[in-house]
C-alpha cells in the first residue's frame, strides 16, 4: 500500500461542509444522515454526483459487527454518506458516524486489527459486507468525511459506474 495520508486523499474536499452531509447531500442522495435504517443489503445503490469537481458521493448502510461490544450506540444499521475515493486503498469513517455506533467506547473481541501508521481497523458491515474501517483522523481538516475505498469493493465484488449525461454514480452488488 502506498503511504498517502488521510489529508492527502481529501486535499481537495475543503467546499464538502460537515453541515452539508445532514442537509444538501441527504436531500440530494435522498437519504437521511446517520439514521438508523433496516438490516439487509441492497443489489444496486444509486449516488449522486457532488458539487463542481462532480464527486461520487453515496449512502450505505453501516453497522457494527458481532465482534464488537459496546455500551451506548445502535446494532441497527445507520445511513453514511460517502465520498467515493477509488484512490484509496481504505474506508474511513468520521468520529461521528463511529460514535452513533457506539465505538467510542467499543471494546473489539478477539484480535485488533492495525494497519500501517497504527492506524486501529474496526470491523463493521457496509451494505451486509465486512470490511475493516479505519477512523477519519480527529486532527484532520476533513475528519467529517467519509471515505469509501477500494476495501468495500474488493470486499464485496461491486462494480462502480459513474458518467453519462447528467453524470450519475452507483454501486452493483452481486
Known sequence: MNDVSFDDLCADFE???PSD????VSQKLGARYLEE???GSKKLIRGAVWGSSLRPIISLPVQITNSITTMSGTRQPVQVHFLFLEASPQTYISEEALKLMG????VV???TLVGPNDHVRLPVKINGYKVDVAR??????FAHLNILGEDLIRASGAKAYYGGNPPNFELAFP
Not at 452531509?21 to 444538501?24: C, E, I, M
Not at 477519519?136 to 481538516?141: A, G, M, R
Open 103 to 106: 465505538i467510542e467506547d467499543a
Open 136 to 141: 477519519s483522523p480527529s486532527d484532520s481538516h
Open 21 to 24: 452531509l445532514a442537509d444538501r
Open 37 to 39: 435504517t433496516v438490516p
Open 15 to 17: 467546499d464538502i461542509q
Open 109 to 111: 473481541a478477539g484480535e
